[in-house]
C-alpha cells in the first residue's frame, strides 16, 4: 500500500494551517463552552501549562495552589507526551505505519465539514461540525486507550458525552445499535485507494453502551483542535474498549434496529469482536493481551478488566458470556 504523499512544499504552511485551526477552536471553545467546569478546564489547558503543573500562586495565604481538579471520569495516571500521541498512530486511511498518519494526514480538509445523524431518531440531523459542537460544554478527560495490539497511552480528551447528542436527536423505540462511518474520500485519504480495509471504516456500539457517561465524542486533546491524525473534527472515545472502536473523523451516525458491522470483525471475525472489550483473560489469537507496553515506559504492566473501567462498565454485560462475546 502507501502511494505516499509529496511532502508539503514548506514548513510555513504546517504552521500556518496550525495556526489557523488553533484560532478556529479557541474561538469556538470560548464562545460555545457552557459550564463552569468546562471553561475553566478549557481554558487552563489552552493557556499551554500541561494539566496539575499550574504554577499559579495561591489567591490569599493558606489557600491550596490551583490546579485542575481532577474530574470523576479522570485517571491520575501521568499522560502520554503530546509528541507520542500524535505521531504514534493507527489510522490505515493515511498508511499503515505508526508514523503514517502524522506525515500524510495534513491533507484531510477537517472543515468544512458536515456530520448526518439518522435512522431510529424522531430529530434526524444534518449539521455542521462546528454547530454540532457549540451544542454542548466541553470537557477535558483524562482516559487510559488500550490498543488491541498490546500498547497504551494516556491521553487528555476534550469532547462531550455521546449521551447528550444521542438524546438530542430522539432516539425511537426501535433504535437497539449506534452505527459510526468515517468519511470516505480517496484523494484526501490515499489508504482508501488500496484495500487493506473495506472502505469506509465503520464502528458500531449497542445503544446502553452509546449512553454510558464515559462514551464521549472528543474535537481536541491537550486542550487543543484534534490533530488530523488523531480523526478531526470528530472521532469516537470508548475507554473500556480496545482503540479500534475509537473511529476517526466521522461523517455519520445512525441509530439501528440491528447489530451494524464494524469494520475489523469484518475483516477478521475469528480475531476481532463486535465488543472488543479490554480483557487480559482473552488473549488475541496471535498474541496475549494481559500485559501492554504503556507508550513511553520501559516495562510492560498488567491490562486491566475493562482497561479499568470495569466498576463503571462491567454490569452492562452481566449476563453475557465475555470469551463467546469478544
Ligand atoms: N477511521 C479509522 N479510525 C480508527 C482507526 C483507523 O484505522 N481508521 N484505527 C483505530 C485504532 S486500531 C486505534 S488504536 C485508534 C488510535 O487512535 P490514536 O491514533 O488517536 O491514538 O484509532 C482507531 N480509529
Ligand atoms: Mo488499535
Redesign the pocket.
Known sequence: MRKKVPEPPSSEITSESLYLRRREFLKSAVLFTGTATGVGGGLQLLSGRPSGTDGGLPSAPGDAPKKKPRGPYDTDEAPTSYDD??T??????FGLDKGD?AENAHVLKPRPWTVVIDGEVNKPQTVDIDTLQSWFPLEDRVYR?R???AWS?V?PWMGFPLAGLLRRVEPTGKAKYVAFT?LKDPKQMP?QRTSV?EW??V?GLRLDEALNPLTMLAVG?YGRVLPN???APL??VVPWK????????IVRITLTEQQPPT??SRSNPREYGFFANVNPEVDHPRWSQATERRIGELRRRPTLPFNGYAEQVASLYSGLDLRRNF
Do not use: D
Request: a neutral charge.
Open positions: 500521541a500524535t504514534y498512530n493507527n489510522f490505515y486511511e498518519p486507550m490498543c488491541v495490539e497511552m491521553i468515517t489508504g480495509l469506509p471504516y464502528e486533546l491524525q488523531n480523526g472521532r469516537l480496545y482503540g479500534f472502536k475509537g473511529i476517526k473523523s469494520t475489523w
